[in-house]
Nanobody, 123 residues
Framework: QVQLVESGGGLVQAGESMTLSCTSS????????MGWYRQAQGQEREMVAV???????NYADFVKDRATIYRDVAKKTVYLRINSLKPEDTGVYYC?????????????????WGQGTQVTVSS
């Protein structure tokens, strides 16, 4: 069983940077792709960034030039740093560890999800 624990959310000012962390339990870290999704109030959950087992990264267009996803295999932790935060970045950010697959694909409820961490960007 895999459990994902996120940290690093909170209230930030527009223009500032933020780093989210997600630590995975169990022995599956590194065998499947991992990433971050977010869900704004009243909106569907959407992909923010995904890192494959080989280190290839995928970013949503709305963060492509502002975000970096990276991981520390020894710590079983994946990170998401977003610079130049905007109010529209506000939402609940969820860590995902794909149950199958080593690269980015459409996520499903069958994948492993963290409990989510709230990020609020004030203008």
């Amino acid at each position: 069983q895999v459990q994902l624990v996120e940290s690093g959310g909170g209230l930030v000012q527009a223009g500032e940077s933020m780093t989210l962390s997600c630590t995975s339990s169990g022995s599956r870290f590194g065998t499947n792709a991992m990433g971050w999704y977010r869900q704004a109030q009243g909106q569907e959950r959407e992909m923010v960034a995904v890192i494959s087992t080989g280190g290839t990264t995928n970013y949503a267009d709305f963060v492509k030039d502002r975000a970096t996803i990276y991981r520390d295999v020894a710590k079983k932790t994946v990170y998401l740093r977003i610079n130049s935060l905007k109010p529209e970045d506000t939402g609940v950010y969820y860590c995902i560890q794909y149950k199958y697959g080593t690269t980015y694909s459409k996520a499903s409820a069958n994948d492993y999800w963290g409990q989510g961490t709230q990020v609020t960007v004030s203008s």
